[in-house]
């Protein structure tokens, strides 16, 4: 879905080009309609850069590129993130509005094991000033993450992607994903005050979707909030921010697959947090989710309790 998004985004923007640190048939990275070649000696229209695994010069150089007016990106796996972390440092001090494509972003990869399987690095990025972090839950978020990301011009951002696949909501049923532009939407609400609110970002949301739905059922007030950005989210006036997460509903749920620095307002003084509090496993994706209880049912238990 990136880059299906990327490829229609730089169409319509002549001067963005980048590329990644040897991934770019993984990470989906590359531009491939007409006339995007690759930048070479002998070709300098070329929009795709073939940087080598080197991930701080790659950041060095989209930093470079956007000081000189381009609207640059850089793509990797999302832990290789911590080699270009000096690179991302100086252009959120810069104020330059790279952007940075992470795919891989969590214990989703699966078979490749804890040196591959994202943990910190989410709340590691959410920490630098004025960068902005966006993990989108489906294929429409990741559309509104990208219309967010690009509208950003005087600072960077970066998208953390999944490798597994994930569903795609209905929206005709579920809420327009437009609101994830705002960093945080309710996704799905009941009727009256919610008994409990379950927040999800990025492929977590589905497994909270799933677990409201199963609470409903049961007849339970649940109100299911996608967050893909904190930053964008905290931006936002208090009064939104307070109809999307009442202060008086202190029952919370929030669900991701790192670990929970940074989530502290969200989960508040009465909340649960369900994710990773130590390193991943070498396993399919769907069994190292299962090991660690980031299930529909360890979700609905929480919120029961």
């Known amino acids: 879905t990136?880059?299906?998004?990327?490829?229609?985004?730089?169409?319509?923007?002549?001067?963005m080009l980048g590329g990644a640190a040897d991934?770019?048939?993984s990470t989906k990275s590359?531009?491939?309609?007409?006339?995007?070649?690759?930048?070479?000696?002998?070709?300098?229209?070329?929009?795709?850069?073939?940087?080598?695994?080197?991930?701080?010069?790659?950041?060095?150089?989209v930093n470079g590129m956007a000081l000189c007016g381009l609207r640059s990106y850089g793509s990797t796996f999302f832990v290789f993130s911590d080699y270009m972390r000096p690179s991302i440092r100086l252009a959120a001090i810069m104020r330059l509005p790279v952007l940075y494509i992470f795919t891989h972003d969590s214990i989703g990869v699966g078979e490749d094991g804890p040196t591959h399987q994202p943990v910190e690095q989410l709340a590691a990025l959410r920490c630098i000033p004025d960068l902005v972090v966006l993990r989108p839950?489906?294929?429409?978020?990741?559309?509104?993450?990208?219309?967010?990301?690009?509208?950003?011009?005087?600072?960077?951002?970066a998208l953390a992607l999944t490798r597994q696949n994930l569903p795609t909501l209905d929206r005709e049923k579920y809420a327009s994903a437009k609101g994830a532009g705002q960093g945080g939407?309710?996704?799905?609400?009941?009727?009256?005050?919610?008994?409990?609110?379950?927040?999800?970002?990025?492929?977590?949301?589905?497994?909270?979707?799933?677990?409201?739905?199963?609470?409903?059922?049961?007849?339970?007030r649940v109100r299911l909030v996608s967050m893909?950005?904190?930053?964008?989210?905290?931006?936002?006036?208090?009064?939104y921010r307070n109809a999307v997460l009442p202060p008086e509903v202190t029952r919370r749920v929030v669900v991701e697959a790192g670990?929970?620095?940074?989530?502290?307002?969200?989960?508040?003084?009465?909340?649960?947090?369900?994710?990773?509090r130590g390193f991943g496993i070498s396993a399919p994706w769907k069994q190292v989710f299962e090991h660690f209880g980031i299930t529909v049912e360890g979700i609905v238990a929480a919120a029961k309790g």
């Open 228 to 239: 893909p950005s904190l930053e964008l989210f905290a931006a936002q006036p208090e009064d």
């Open 30 to 61: 590359n531009l491939t309609f007409d006339g995007a070649g690759s930048f070479s000696a002998e070709n300098y229209a070329g929009r795709n850069m073939h940087f080598g695994i080197r991930e701080h010069a790659m950041g060095a150089a």
């Open 259 to 276: 670990v929970p620095q940074g989530w502290e307002p969200i989960v508040g003084p009465a909340g649960t947090f369900i994710g990773m």
């Open 2 to 15: 990136s880059g299906k998004v990327l490829n229609q985004v730089a169409k319509n923007i002549p001067w």
């Open 23 to 25: 991934l770019a048939p």
């Open 137 to 157: 839950a489906d294929a429409n978020e990741v559309a509104e993450c990208y219309r967010a990301a690009v509208g950003l011009i005087d600072r960077p951002a």
């Open 185 to 220: 939407y309710v996704l799905a609400d009941c009727d009256g005050t919610p008994e409990v609110i379950l927040v999800g970002a990025g492929s977590e949301v589905a497994l909270c979707l799933a677990a409201y739905e199963q609470l409903t059922a049961e007849g339970v």
